[in-house]
């Protein structure tokens, strides 16, 4: 049932991530204007949008299908911890509940990985046994 588990929290978190976050994210950068975005690492109001979306979408998508998803968390968890922790640093809990919230189950699937039920253990499962260099990778 962990596996089954697993793969409820990577599809349902993730879609919400990509689909509520992301997307819109691309959406306002393919509408061209301005992209008003906020900078809180200092890389430009630009380039954090266009990580923020790479990171949410992409990223996202990729958990929801099991690929690389020790990685692609990390990514995912670094995106929550910046806005969670600096960009509402002075703001009420309540703002950053939900980046914290995201925080929290990128952390566990770094921890766990994807599970069973994922493109990745399907692509391990061909490896060698004792290849858990690949295995940390992929999953």
């Given at each position: 049932m962990t596996d089954i588990g697993l793969l409820f929290l990577r599809i349902a978190s993730r879609a919400m991530m990509a689909f509520a976050h992301g997307l819109p994210k691309l959406q306002r950068i393919?509408?061209?204007?301005?992209?008003?975005?906020?900078?809180?690492?200092?890389?430009?109001?630009?380039?954090?949008?266009?990580?923020?979306?790479?990171?949410?979408?992409?990223?996202?998508?990729?958990?929801m299908l099991g690929l690389f998803t020790r990685i692609n968390s990390l990514f995912l968890a670094f995106t929550m911890f910046v806005a969670g922790f600096i960009q509402h640093?002075?703001?009420?809990?309540?703002?950053?509940?939900?980046?914290?919230?995201?925080?929290?189950i990128y952390i566990m699937l770094i921890f766990t990985?994807?599970?069973?039920?994922?493109?990745?253990?399907f692509?391990?499962?061909?490896?060698?046994?004792?290849?858990r260099v690949k295995r940390l990778i992929l999953g």
């Open positions: 393919l509408a061209g204007g301005e992209l008003k975005f906020p900078d809180p690492i200092g890389l430009g109001t630009t380039a954090s949008l266009y990580l923020a979306m790479l990171t949410e979408l992409g990223a996202s998508l990729l958990v640093a002075s703001d009420p809990f309540k703002q950053k509940e939900l980046a914290l919230l995201y925080l929290t990985g994807p599970g069973k039920y994922s493109f990745s253990n692509v391990t499962g061909h490896l060698p046994e004792n290849d």
